[in-house]
T-cell receptor, first 115, second 110 residues
Framework: GENVEQHPSTLSVQEGDSAVIKCTYS??????FPWYKQELGKRPQLIID?????GEKKDQRIAVTLNKTAKHFSLHITETQPEDSAVYFC??????????????FGTGTRLAVRP | NAGVTQTPKFRILKIGQSMTLQCTQD?????MYWYRQDPGMGLKLIYY???????DKGEVPNGYNVSRSTTEDFPLRLELAAPSQTSVYFC?????????FGPGTRLTVL
């Protein structure tokens, strides 16, 4: 099955700096890569996703890049703000009608943005 | 739309007791999922369903059962609660890949 590794496990940045979180996956058949943000005691919320036919996707201050050859993808947050502090999870799946989007999650990165 | 709702929010069970975690979505999504999240960890898939009447095991199904009689509801059943099932349980639904999560149920088995 799929295995997703995520680094670093904790990340502390100064407000206004950039943050980068990296994930690698093992199954070359995976074709969908979402990122979730989870604040303390809350549900995971989808912040951005990318499919394997695209190399990069941006949404305001967040961007995701995908390298299919190396089987890794990264989350980039620019101009970080204190409200970006949360745990971020990457995930990977092979989209199939027979199984929906069975996501395999990384173990999470706790991001702290220092004011 | 309420999205994905779960009940109860919190529950304490004794070893050997059983309970059902409820999950309902009002987005008419075909796909629904149950995950568990242990402290400081990512989410692990317990069971999933691609439509009413169709369910299948995920990564960690032991000790759990599910049913899907309607598009809206996807309950998770614990038959003989064990301390290892202490966790936060999230239900999710999806359409066109993006998964939307419910608020979670925090379960403690003592």
């Amino acid at each position: 099955g799929e295995n997703v590794e995520q680094h670093p496990s904790t990340l502390s940045v100064q407000e206004g700096d950039s943050a980068v979180i990296k994930c690698t996956y093992s199954d070359s058949a995976s074709n969908y890569f979402p990122w979730y943000k989870q604040e303390l005691g809350k549900r995971p919320q989808l912040i951005i996703d990318i499919r394997s036919n695209v190399g990069e996707k941006k949404d305001q201050r967040i961007a995701v890049t995908l390298n299919k050859t190396a089987k890794h993808f990264s989350l980039h947050i620019t101009e970080t703000q204190p409200e970006d502090s949360a745990v971020y999870f990457c995930a990977a799946s092979q989209i199939l009608k027979s199984s929906g989007d069975k996501l395999t999650f990384g173990t999470g990165t706790r991001l702290a943005v220092r004011p | 739309n309420a999205g994905v709702t779960q009940t109860p929010k919190f529950r304490i069970l004794k070893i050997g007791q059983s309970m059902t975690l409820q999950c309902t979505q009002d987005m008419n999504h075909n796909y629904m999922y149950w995950y568990r999240q242990d402290p400081g960890m990512g989410l692990k898939l317990i069971y999933y369903s691609v439509g009413a009447g169709i369910t299948d095991k995920g990564e960690v199904p032991n000790g759990y059962n599910v049913s899907r009689s309607t598009t809206e509801d996807f309950p998770l059943r614990l038959e003989l609660a064990a301390p290892s099932q202490t966790s936060v349980y999230f239900c999710a639904s999806s359409s066109n890949s993006a998964q939307y999560f419910g608020p979670g149920t925090r379960l403690t088995v003592l």
